[in-house]
């Protein structure tokens, strides 16, 4: 489809849970080569299946005990709690309580515990995270604090920025860390909603032997290994993650595959000299499932399913990924406390896009774009952009240390990055085929066009050069200031069509921004910490729509603004609690009608958003743990001169949205533990105008986990039901791309078994 631009452990409430192929006979015939390729590729993946089952099974095979192998229970899940301390905060892993920041995280073993394969499933369970044209089988797009991520500059790994244009591996990531609010400092350019971060897994000092298979959904087929460890040589250590899943979604038809690979490395060269180097790489084939329009540009559809793919045509073809990453990083003591570190990532994208992709409404009148017809009639248009690739890499060096000014102690950071991405297009194809219906699904009778799409070129390409510093303070035992600034030179190419007479041609732009930060910690008792924060931020401009007057044309780079203050508790009763009041404000960009019926797409006037976001997690018994995560969030536009806009809510922010999760050990039955979830959003305004609203919405889960002994294999099982009274609802609505609508997934079963060896 086309593509859309875009504490303490406790004080983390984002450890909430989530929650065969057809065969035909035919003539015999010699294999193409691209047959040849797929078989390979369904060997690979199946291959790497079955040496998951095959290491558990084995490693049973030598167990000691064979006559009894189930001779004890093995304790499973745990309190759902993160990791203390994350990267995000500042230049390096800092304390989350002591971090004057709204920041969660979830670790290896909350993934693990919670059957978490996709950032999807980890992001819909912190109440201030939100899709953002999320569609099955195709990227993975959030919101946080109601602003829409970048695609290019919001996702980081290790600090990194990385394309968020398709699904995120995560069997090679330790944890996932989310920063809530902006990240000029510590970023860059960055949406103002905040960044997801994902950190790297590395070698471990004790010999790692796991593996997973797991089906789901409509017999999709998942497996994993993971294996890390030291060399003979102490000073190597290694960490190697594969997997592969036959991918059959809830969309029917929707289906895929997915393989990925990875190897993370270190060598401690002296005790002061660490090396470390990690690389993976993935690729995804799988049909995409676009979102629907309101009907008649007015009302939402009735009767339709989110089981339904509007690009079920016998010409679709999967949408193709190939991702490659490559990671390096160098660390020096200079002095007991002091540290140099040098670090690059280099990212190559590619993705081969095809879709029948449904807009507007030809058949009814003088028609309707966007919007379905009334008799759920819809424009079919085949579009293809084949070759896009993206290539950003990036390198950083810092120097950290500690020192004293009279009673003062310093925390100093100092530092400069660099960083280029280059993307390259071709001229995509995008031309109406016929019509379908959402009720009725014809076939559209077209052969698409192998030669369709035009050579790919360097479309786009930018240039991050920045300075930075940060000084952690302590002025006395309870009162710390955190100070920092970042200069951001940013220097972009972009190609525009309508150059020179409609030849083409390249605008340039060169601008610079003075991003300042500062904070106060104040330790009020020993559990509590309140703070104070104002910063700003930078980012991109959005990308004109295809049907506007300066269509693909991009805004230039645009401040935003954040205050926040909050409260974070470890309290000794084992209740943990974290509260933020923030305020961000950018300006506001729309596809403005006011002077010509296509519309142009403006930055003007401004959007606020005022938000409180509030955590709580604890153990009302020994064996009962609770959490519970929302997020109350006012939207306002302003500024436009518009009357159907000024006053009015953001697209696709709900006013409030909440996530509850309990776990019960079953004492009768020890290693049983049972865990329901409630996760509710508030109604969404559809268009800046706010005609449309879609409704809010409730949705249930369960699931249940079993730990016992094999041999000596430690195993366990897991089972889970999302939304399980099977409740259709709107999870995702935007006015991108002429506005579309998304359906949340229907009530889906899953079942697990991890070996620990």
Request: proline share 5%; with cysteine.
């Amino acid at each position: 489809m086309p593509a859309k631009e875009s504490a303490t452990p406790s004080l983390s409430l984002f450890a909430l849970p989530p929650l065969a192929p057809a065969f035909s006979k035919k003539a015999a015939r010699q294999p193409s080569a691209r047959e040849d390729e797929q078989t390979m590729r369904t060997q690979l993946k199946y291959s790497i299946l079955a040496c998951a089952i095959a290491q558990a099974f084995m490693t049973h095979a030598h167990a000691q005990d064979t006559a009894h192998p189930v001779s004890q229970v093995v304790v499973t899940g745990s309190r759902f709690v993160a990791t203390d301390r994350a990267s995000v905060g500042g230049f390096g892993e800092a304390s989350l309580f002591d971090t004057p920041m709204s920041i969660t995280t979830l670790g290896r073993t909350q993934l693990q515990d919670l059957s978490i394969r996709t950032t999807t499933e980890a992001m819909r369970y912190d109440a201030s995270v939100s899709d953002a044209y999320n569609a099955v089988g195709y990227a993975e797009q959030f919101s946080i604090r109601g602003f829409a991520l970048d695609n290019n500059y919001s996702y980081r790994k290790d600090g990194f920025a990385i394309p968020g244009d398709t699904q995120i591996p995560l069997e090679n990531k330790e944890r996932i860390e989310v920063l809530k609010g902006l990240a000029g400092l510590t970023a860059g350019i960055a949406a103002p909603g905040g960044i997801v971060n994902y950190v790297t897994k590395r070698p471990t000092n004790t010999p790692l032997r796991s593996a997973t298979t797991e089906i789901s959904e409509r017999g999709t087929l998942y497996g994993t290994v993971d294996l890390g460890g030291r060399f003979d040589d102490r000073r190597f250590g290694y960490r190697i993650n594969a997997a592969a899943a036959d991918l059959h979604p809830y969309v029917r038809g929707a289906n895929g595959d997915r393989q990925f690979v990875s190897g993370a490395f270190d060598w401690q060269i002296t005790p002061d000299a660490l090396l470390q180097l990690d690389m993976d790489y993935q690729r995804k084939a799988q049909i995409t499932a676009p979102g629907f329009q309101l009907i008649r540009n007015e009302t939402l559809p009735t009767g339709v399913s989110a089981k339904m793919l509007l690009n079920d045509q016998p010409w679709t073809r999967p949408v193709t990924t190939k991702d490659t990453n490559l990671g390096l990083r160098f660390a020096y003591r200079l002095a007991p406390d002091w540290t140099a570190t040098v670090s690059g990532n280099k990212h190559w994208f590619k993705r081969d896009d095809y879709t029948a992709f449904p807009y507007g409404c030809s058949n009814e009148g003088a028609g309707y774009y966007p919007g379905f017809c009334s008799n759920g009639d819809y424009d079919v248009y085949d579009y293809q952009s084949a070759g896009e690739r993206k290539a950003p890499w990036g390198v950083q060096a810092q120097v950290q240390g500690k020192f004293a000014t009279g009673t003062l102690r310093h925390a100093l950071t100092l530092g400069a990055s660099y960083a280029e991405r280059h993307d390259s297009l071709g001229a995509s194809v995008y031309e109406p085929v016929g019509y379908s219906n959402v009720w009725h699904p014809l076939v559209t009778p077209h052969a698409a066009d192998e030669n369709g799409t035009g050579p790919a070129f360097e479309h786009r390409s930018d240039e991050e050069r920045a300075l930075f510093a940060q000084d952690i303070v302590t002025l006395t035992d309870r009162l710390t200031l955190h100070a920092g600034v970042r200069h951001v030179q940013v220097k972009r190419s972009e190609y525009d069509d309508d150059l020179n007479e409609g030849l083409g041609g390249y605008v340039r732009s060169d601008n610079a921004f003075l991003l300042p930060s500062i904070g106060l910690v104040f330790g009020a008792t020993r559990d509590w910490n309140v703070y104070a924060m104002a910063s700003h931020g930078v980012q991109h401009g959005g990308i004109a729509p295809r049907d506007t007057t300066n269509r693909f044309q991009t805004l230039g780079p645009q401040r935003s603004h954040q205050i926040e203050i909050g409260a974070k508790a470890a309290l000794n009763n084992g209740m943990d609690l974290s509260a933020a009041l923030f305020q961000i404000r950018q300006g506001l960009e729309y596809t403005d009608y006011t002077n010509n019926e296509q519309g142009t797409y403006v930055r003007n006037g401004r959007e606020t958003h005022r938000g409180v976001e509030l955590t709580a997690q604890g153990k009302a018994t020994q064996a009962l743990d609770w959490s519970v995560s929302l997020m109350a969030l006012n939207t306002r536009q302003e500024g436009t001169g518009q009357a159907d806009i000024d006053g009015k809510r953001v697209t696709d922010v709900p006013a409030f949205k909440s996530t509850a999760w309990m776990q019960y050990a079953v004492a009768a039955v020890p290693g049983l533990k049972l865990d329901a979830t409630w996760q509710y959003a508030g109604k969404k305004a559809f268009d800046v105008e706010n005609r449309v609203f879609v409704p809010g919405y409730h949705v249930f889960g369960i699931g249940a986990a079993y730990g016992l002994k094999w041999g000596t294999t430690n195993v366990t099982l897991r089972a889970r039901a999302d939304n399980l009274f099977d409740k259709f609802y709107w999870a995702d609505v935007t006015p991108d791309l002429g506005g579309y609508l998304l359906p949340g997934a229907p009530r889906r079963f899953r079942a697990s078994a991890q070996f620990d060896f």
